[in-house]
């Protein structure tokens, strides 16, 4: 069984500094691990997507997520926060043959 | 344009009423799913299809029907069995009967029952 713990439910930062946000897993079996960006009133849209091979994946928008398997942890980083990057952000994480178990997200808010 | 398309976006109904949500896709896509979103709990499963013809519960599932008689379409119906019901509710469908875990959404559909 699979399942997905993000840490803080919001998180403010400055515009133009670095993005954070955390994220950690459980899986019984080699997992793939999702990053998911909702916009005010809309659905989801994948950022990025981590299945095999390099551990530090890039994705849309600036973002990247490295795959640790020590630490069973997917974070997700930006270098320097825009204003368009307010949005909920979700971490996710499948067994393959699984179903997609959804964390419950993060709300990132930028201040000017 | 291929995507997902749900309908209404918005939605009001009486306590009691059943409601259908439509879900039309043009992706080609195998796998199709219905979840509902509330404030600070993520995204719970409902229903979800591999395959026309077929569909199994989510974790949710109590007070929802769905069918799949097309593969482009899974509408989700919304019974008065639903103890409370408002809530947003996305669609999303996904290749390779889902496997890849990579999912396509919706806009959603915000439902208020008064």
């Known amino acids: 069984a699979q399942s997905v713990t993000q840490l803080g439910s919001h998180v403010s930062v400055s515009e133009g500094a670095l993005v954070l946000l955390r994220c950690n897993y459980s899986?019984?079996?080699?997992?793939?691990l999702f990053w998911y960006v909702q916009y005010p009133n809309q659905g989801l849209q994948l950022l990025l997507k981590?299945?095999?091979?390099?551990?530090l994946v890039k994705g849309i928008n600036g973002f990247e997520a490295e795959f640790k398997k020590s630490e069973t942890s997917f974070h997700l980083t930006k270098p320097s926060a825009h204003m368009s990057d307010a949005a909920e952000y979700f971490c996710?994480?499948?067994?393959?043959?699984?179903?997609?178990?959804f964390g419950k997200g993060t709300r990132l808010h930028i201040l000017p | 344009d291929g995507g997902i398309t749900q309908s209404p976006k918005y939605l009001f109904r009486k306590e009691g009423q059943n409601v259908t949500l439509s879900c039309e896709q043009n992706l080609n896509h195998d796998a199709m799913y219905w979840y509902r979103q509330d404030p600070g709990q993520g995204l719970r499963l409902i229903y979800y299809s591999q395959i026309v013809n077929d569909f199994q519960k989510g974790d949710i599932a109590e007070g929802y029907s769905v069918s799949r008689e097309k593969k482009e379409s899974f509408p989700l119906t919304v019974t008065s069995a639903q103890k409370n019901p408002t809530a947003f509710y996305l669609c999303?469908?996904?290749?390779?009967?889902?496997?890849?875990?990579?999912?396509?959404f919706g806009e959603g559909s915000r439902l208020t029952v008064l």
């Open positions: 981590y299945t095999t091979g390099a551990t």
């Open positions: 999303a469908s996904a290749p390779e009967g889902g496997f890849s875990g990579e999912l396509f």
């Open positions: 996710a994480v499948t067994g393959r043959d699984d179903k997609i178990i």
């Open positions: 899986s019984s079996v080699p997992p793939y």
